[in-house]
């Protein structure tokens, strides 16, 4: 039997594969706002892999340091240390700006981490692996860099009130909102991040010195202590804890919270808290979209697909006069559905692949996300060629005779 | 004619056929009698609205008659009521359709256009198209077999139409105004055709027409007005 479905197809390609070219585009733009979700997720994963910790140790009671503000002293780590099944901790601060680069601005994470020891990798916190350059060696003003800050080896750049030399690079270094990371010395992030300009610790030592708390003629060297405590930056958000090899993550932070009077959450938790409920809102706003354009995509498979079988009103009707049954019929209407779904997704996911790496986010395009979209797309079109197949089996053989 | 060897292509008994209900209840067909013996090519001529096309859609199966009898080569297929189940397979199978219009399917080339009824019928490709070629050749327009139908000139189109009417042996061809759209040579050419085809494959012709070029060229004639037919005999004259 003659694919009847295939040689309609052939005579007119031109308009079919248009039409499918169209609705490509359209299925492409859903797979983007696929691609944006997994994006996210996996920014906020990669943020929890590279950090190269096991344990976040943070303010107590908040969700830090990524989606809560938390901050702890800097030698809080001496106490977490001592605690049984804890390798190794590191400070870290993290803090979003707005940097001007290259004539424009660009919104980066600094993080602060402890240089101490560069020959072994590093403390938790420190970029895993690096592009170019070589790690951190200096206690001030040295960086290293994600690629996507744009920065290269070597350049100067200035963070706040001090430059910086980029010293070595690094890739998918992001925050959980995707923000390209640049790491810098522990104490110059928490300059970065707690110090005040020098206007602002000017004004706040005559405030001090004016206060008769702090300014008492009977205690000499109140006021220098309370002025130095003011101008000393020592805090962090987080220490970052490394598990001895067959450490219990939930027992160490349980001993962690019980002892130290500070908030311990595991991978699995900080996994849940970054996307559970960091990209919850953004989540379901991409959800609402995806079902939006899923319907939109159904509405246009099905009005293209009733279109096309309008237009073939008098070869239907020959074609049940002549005897064709009705699963010939509503055979060809499908295949040409599940044919205009098939090029539909197949350019778009080309045209998400092309255009996706120019986002300014982060997008993920999933082999399995692909596969369930394929199955989603050639379910709306089967779907949708219901409506014109109804249709096409209510033409009225007699329309071809006519009278 | 051989018609006491063989059953009439086509006896129709008081047919009737009525649309609506109550008052608003129209009789198209009044009772038609009418008998066509296999290989004869009979004219059905009548005004605008005298009831011809439901006819012919009767005798197509394609809607119900209200009342009456019809066979098809010496078969009952409708007694007050269809008595075969398939009717688009009685359709496919035992009817041939040319239309005023060829009607042809666009996207199939001139073979495939022909070879898709006995395809339908369950004719393996190879086959159905060998046929589709004998019936080009018998029409002359096997040399158009692979062109497309948009490359024909309109008589190729009514030719290749006719090829497929034939394509699976039926013994009844309905031809509605198959020569409307075709001047006064191209038209008695495929009057021509038909009777021969009638002649070589015993295939019983019914030909609607107003076209006055081609009712002098029948032998019979049935002119049907509001819903009635009667018989008279044509000039048959030779084309």
Redesign the interface.
Known sequence: ??N?AG??V???WGKFLFTGIGLGLLIGATLTMAGVFRGMVDDGQVLIDNSGADLWVVQQGTLGPYAEPSSIRDDAWRGIAGIQGVAETGNAAYLTIQMAHAGKDTRVMIVGIEVDRPETGGRPGAPPYLTAGRPILQGHYEAIADERTGLALGERVKIRRHDYTVVGLTRRMVSSSGDPMIFVPLKDAQEIQFLKDNDALVNERARTAANPAFNRPGIPGLLEAAQASVSQARSVNTVLVRLAPGADAEAVAGEIQRWKRLTAYTKAQMEDILVAKLIATSAKQIGMFLVILAIVTAAIVAFIIYTMTLAKV??IA????????NR?IAGMILQQALALGVIGFLVGRIAAGLWGPAFPKYVLLLPQDALSGFAIVMTICALASSVAIRAALAI???E???? | MDRLDNPPAICLTGLKKRYGTGDAAVDALKGVDMTIWPGEVVGLVGPSGSG???L??CL?A??EPTAGRMELAGEVIYDDAWKIPDL??L???RIG?V??AP?L????DVT?NV???P???GQD?AAARKRALELLTALDVRHRAGA?VSQLSGGEQQRVAIA?SLANHAPVILA?EPTAPLDSERALTVVRILNDLARQYRTAIIVVTHDEKIIPTFKRIYHIRDGRTHEEAGEGRAI
């Open positions: 039997m003659i009847l040689r309609d052939l005579h007119g008098r070869e020959v074609l049940k006069l002549i005897g064709a049954k010939i009225d053989p007699a071809a005779i006519g009278g | 011809k096309s439901t012919l859609k197509g394609v809607i688009r397979a359709r496919r199978d359709f239309f005023q009607y399917i666009p996207f199939l495939d070879a898709l009824l395809m339908l019928a490709n497309q497929r509605d």
